[in-house]
């Protein structure tokens, strides 16, 4: 079997060449094939794939093609991690933003917005050449915002072999078994949403929902707002489990006023970690230790250390547990039920069933099958919906090159306090993001 990696010059990339090594005989895995626009930055986490290979004496063979259609041809799976514009693009998403008193958060916020912006036709021309060298791979999307990315390819690429992924689902999972005292693989979370827009409404374990007795139990974990920025009187309201990111949208002030106290933004703090990272992987005669360094300090930045330290999770294990668990279904070996990124096909009934949602889905050899639902509450329903059609309007917004209808969208963010607002940000990005935003008429 061929795997390619599409964003081969990524700092996460070193993580899912190991979750890859890990299932190389259950796979059959005989070549990794990476790709990146930046021969610069490949060559650097090439050094630290060639140290991981020679450590664990692994027999396969990792390729660095010359454009995409070598890098895919012949290629089962195709796995997408790529950031158009790179790390300086991603400080101007976030500042621009912050700039104008909005939220400028690289997935749900303003920021997101100008990534798939940027992300949304570059994607789109390399799944349109993937249906020709490739065309019976699977192309499993780990680029953000993960969502906007996947309906874009679900609705306008005329390729139905993808799907999109997020860690995410699982941590919360993750959480759940830590504070139960269970395994994770004993917990089935009821999860339903979109991308980071989400919630989990029964937690089962042996078949018993336990989310009351969940619930009832967070009073006495003082260190539950430090590790997912909630209450427990907040969830207790709630009445069922929300996503981290919903505390972008349930609490706008209190998340905007720490992104403007915060020294530097998140985007900011990666291209500087990244920069330090290639610099020193350019003099070292040990890459996997500074690599290692590097890693462990990010996921400081990305989980609060006390979330971390309770779960005792080891780095970059939920970025690529759930990628391998998707290939190791879509390629036949275990049969699996997990919350993914797919056409709604009626599993939330408010939603259209070409509508991309993240939901627990059946996952077999060359099958993805969303599970329904059921009823779900009023109030986060209005969210949902109100958060698809932002989605769906800006993919259609960039697809067809349409400025008013860009505006449009942007408004439709519950992040964005006005069309005004979202005019403004508009205007801004097509000036200090230029030449991404030149295709809009």
């Not at 990794?32 to 794939?49: C, E, P, Q």
């Not at 990666?270 to 003099?283: C, I, K």
């Not at 190791?328 to 709604?344: E, M, T, Y």
Request: proline share 5%; aromatic share 6%; net charge negative.
């Amino acid at each position: 079997m061929k795997i390619s990696i599409i964003g081969g010059g990524g700092t996460r990339v070193p993580v899912l060449v190991r979750g890859l090594l890990d299932l190389q005989e259950q796979l059959g895995l005989a070549e990794i094939s990476l790709s990146d626009t930046d021969a610069n930055r490949m060559s650097a986490i090439g050094k630290v794939l060639d140290a991981i290979v020679r450590q664990r004496g692994a027999h396969i063979t990792i390729t660095r093609a010359e454009d995409f259609r070598s890098c895919v041809a012949g290629a089962a799976f195709v796995i997408a991690a790529i950031r158009v514009g790179g790390d300086r693009m991603r400080v101007l998403d976030e500042r621009i933003p912050l700039s104008m008193g909005v939220l400028g958060q690289e997935t749900v916020g303003a920021g997101g917005f100008a990534m798939a912006v940027r992300t949304i036709p570059v994607v789109l021309d390399l799944v349109r050449e993937l249906r020709e060298a490739a065309p019976h791979a699977w192309f499993i999307n780990l680029t953000n915002p993960s969502g906007i990315v996947t309906q874009a390819i679900l609705s306008h690429a005329g390729f139905r072999n993808a799907v999109g992924i997020c860690d995410a689902p699982s941590s919360i999972a993750a959480l759940v078994a830590h504070i139960l005292k269970v395994e994770p693989e004993d917990v089935v979370l009821d999860y339903y949403g979109l991308n980071h827009c989400g919630f989990v409404k029964s937690v089962r374990i042996l078949g018993a929902d336990v989310l009351p007795q969940l619930l009832s139990m967070l009073g006495g974990l003082p260190e539950l707002e430090s590790m997912t920025h909630f209450t427990p009187a907040y969830i207790l309201r709630l009445g069922k489990l929300p996503n981290p990111y919903i505390w972008y949208y349930a609490f706008k002030r209190e998340s905007l006023g720490e992104a403007l106290a915060a020294g530097e933004t998140r985007g900011e703090e990666m291209e500087r970690r990244n920069s330090a990272l290639m610099a020193q992987l350019a003099v070292t005669e040990d890459p996997v230790t500074v690599y290692d360094a590097y890693l462990g300090d990010r996921e400081d930045g990305h989980l609060a250390k006390e979330y971390r330290r309770t779960m005792n999770i080891r780095d970059g294990e939920g970025y690529s547990a759930v990628a391998m668990e998707v290939l190791l279904a879509l390629s036949g070996k275990r049969q699996l039920v997990v919350p993914v990124n797919v056409l709604n096909q009626g599993a939330l009934p408010f939603l259209a069933p070409d509508d991309v949602v993240e939901v627990p889905s059946l996952l077999s050899e060359r099958l993805i099958r969303p599970l329904a639902v059921g009823p779900v509450d009023a109030e986060s329903q209005l969210l949902i919906q109100q958060v698809k059609s932002y989605e769906r309007s800006l993919v259609d917004a960039i697809v067809y090159h349409d400025t008013e209808e860009l505006i449009r969208s942007l408004a439709l963010n519950p992040l964005v306090p006005s069309p005004a607002v979202a005019r403004e940000l508009v205007s801004a990005f097509r000036e200090q993001e230029a030449p991404y935003f030149d295709i809009f008429r």
